[in-house]
């Protein structure tokens, strides 16, 4: 059976959908995005995405009000029409369609596109296994807190990790490891203390990040947002990344150097249990 997706307001089969070869977000990469994790047919956080979204939206002076179409209704519509009980949910609006101009039009509609995709979340062998990360210079845009879909240097990067052997990338600024290349980074250190950058124009403003340091707060964990070196990194007790796609992802290696005993720690386990845990409590249905 087709794959069901949506665009600009119809829900069609995806062999059969398109959108204008002028969209801005084609031509310029002017378009924000969100992605929202499903399990147990449930959308997780779907709320603060949503605030996000908003966010991302105004940062770029595209016109549009996400309350003014269902958004909800179009995800859960495209769930039920895909039969997805886990997965993701991917959701793009961009300026919309204009003859090709550096100059940002006005008074443009909004194209807004959404699909699905059905994959392993919980049950994810990465999880078990830990990811090895390299580290690269981060050379994209300086405006790293908006969500958009300008994504070449950290998807040319990823690639690159994994021609290599590893998994993934981290990318380091300053000297200091900004995040992944589509995740939130992460290290406990020897005494126990949870270490992540702070929020910024440097890094993306994860969902899941949010979340999961609230839940390691209640859990009793001592939080510390700065920067961190990648020598802090590689001598960390555990080193993981969060994002809604991986939820809390272990990373085992940097650089070909072990993270602790370079097998998958307790610490980072139980958190992602924990996050699942309270996933599933305030899922929107």
Not at 38 to 46: E, K, R, S
Request: proline fraction near 4%.
């Amino acid at each position: 059976m087709s794959r069901i997706v949506y665009v600009n307001g119809a829900y069609l089969p995806a062999e059969s959908a398109s959108i204008s070869i002028f969209d801005r977000g084609l031509l310029f990469g002017d378009a924000v995005y969100e992605v929202t994790a499903v399990i147990d047919g449930g959308l997780v956080d779907f709320h603060a995405h949503q605030q996000r979204l908003r966010r991302s939206l105004g940062e770029l002076g595209i016109d549009f009000d996400p309350a003014s179409i269902d958004l909800m209704g179009i995800h859960q519509g495209l769930r039920d029409r895909n039969g997805l009980d886990e997965g993701l949910i991917y959701l793009q609006i961009s300026r919309g369609v204009a003859d090709r101009d550096f100059l940002q039009p006005e008074g443009l509609e909004p194209s807004i596109l959404l699909f699905s995709q059905a994959l392993p979340l919980i049950d994810s062998p990465a999880a078990e296994r830990g990811l090895a990360v390299i580290t690269r210079e981060d050379l994209r845009w300086g405006r790293r807190d908006i969500k958009t879909t300008q994504l070449l240097y950290p998807s040319m990067m990823k690639t690159e990790a994994v021609g290599g052997g590893a998994d993934d990338v981290w990318m380091v600024d300053n000297g200091t490891v900004t995040e992944g290349s589509s995740s939130n980074a992460h290290i406990l250190t020897a005494d126990g203390r949870l270490i992540t950058r702070g929020l910024s124009h440097d890094i993306l403003h994860g969902i899941t990040r949010a979340a999961v340091l609230d839940y390691a707060r209640e859990a009793g964990l001592e939080i510390e947002e700065r920067p961190f070196t990648v020598a802090e990194a590689q001598q960390a007790r555990e080193a993981f990344a969060t994002s809604a796609t991986a939820f809390v992802m272990p990373v085992v290696s940097i650089d070909g150097q072990p993270i602790g005993d370079g097998r998958v720690g307790e610490s980072v386990r139980r958190l992602r249990s924990l996050y699942i845990e309270r996933s599933r409590e305030r899922l929107t249905f």
